[in-house]
């Protein structure tokens, strides 16, 4: 739901924000949650084309890719 703090799986210091049910916002910045994972990948030097953003945050202490939906939103584990 709106405000829930995801955090980083590579980097526990790393979170970004739900902005809405299919945003989050990360770095004051409001994108989809592989362009936020891609962006804190980018940030710890790794160089990849693409990311699935749901392999890269969780909730909770649960990695999203392993939840059906983020709760309370319409965001999906396929990472927007």
Do not use: H
């Amino acid at each position: 739901k709106p405000d829930d703090v995801l955090t980083f799986t590579k980097d526990a210091g790393i979170t970004c924000r739900v902005a809405d049910t299919r945003k989050v916002e990360f770095k004051g910045q409001i994108m989809s949650l592989s362009a936020a994972a891609k962006s804190a990948l980018e940030d710890l030097d790794y160089q990849w084309a693409a990311v699935r953003g749901a392999e890269y945050w969780s909730f909770n202490g649960v990695k999203l890719s392993a939840m059906e939906t983020i709760p309370g939103s319409d965001i999906d584990s396929s990472g927007m």
